[in-house]
């Protein structure tokens, strides 16, 4: 049972990191060099709300088969990576919880109302804290292969 909730874990997380390095490193650079300003904000704005959807799910996945997996060892002997993750988890999940009622919110709403510099805008503000969570997340994993 362990190492299907173990699986669950990680796969959840390689959606979640994997998705984010596909919109910083690929999807982004290549709609602002090559798309216009309404075709772009449209096209990130569509992108993110189905890789968002993605994320929920993942962080639902994410902690409740953390959560498992600390509740079945004793949490005074679990490894210190798993503390790191942990609290790394719940910070990531806090900061992708303030993008999508904040900055994404403002930035769905603007599309749809073509207000093209509130959209840029909005999405500017989402950049800096998917990056931020991206470099968390590296992290956590870090935390857990050498932190025992």
């Not at 910083?24 to 090559?34: G, K, N, S």
């Not at 309404?38 to 993942?58: D, I, K, Q």
């Not at 990056?131 to 870090?142: D, E, H, K, R």
Request: contains cysteine; proline residues 3%; positive net charge.
């Amino acid at each position: 049972m362990y190492e299907w909730i173990r699986w669950v874990h990680l796969s959840a997380g390689i959606v979640w990191l994997g998705g984010m390095a596909l919109v910083i490193f690929a999807l982004r650079p290549v709609a602002m060099a090559q798309m216009a300003v309404p075709e772009r904000l449209t096209l990130m704005s569509a992108v993110l709300s189905r890789f968002f959807l993605m994320v929920w799910v993942a962080i639902a996945l994410l902690l409740s088969s953390g959560l498992w997996m600390l509740s079945i060892t004793d949490i005074h002997l679990a490894a210190k990576g798993w503390h790191a993750m942990s609290a790394l988890g719940l910070l990531m999940s806090l900061i992708f919880a303030h993008i999508w009622f904040a900055p994404f919110r403002r930035l769905q709403a603007a599309v749809h109302a073509c207000d093209w510099p509130a959209a840029g805008k909005a999405l500017g503000q989402i950049h800096p804290l998917v990056l931020t969570n991206f470099v968390l997340g590296w992290l956590a994993i870090l935390a857990v292969a050498v932190w025992r």
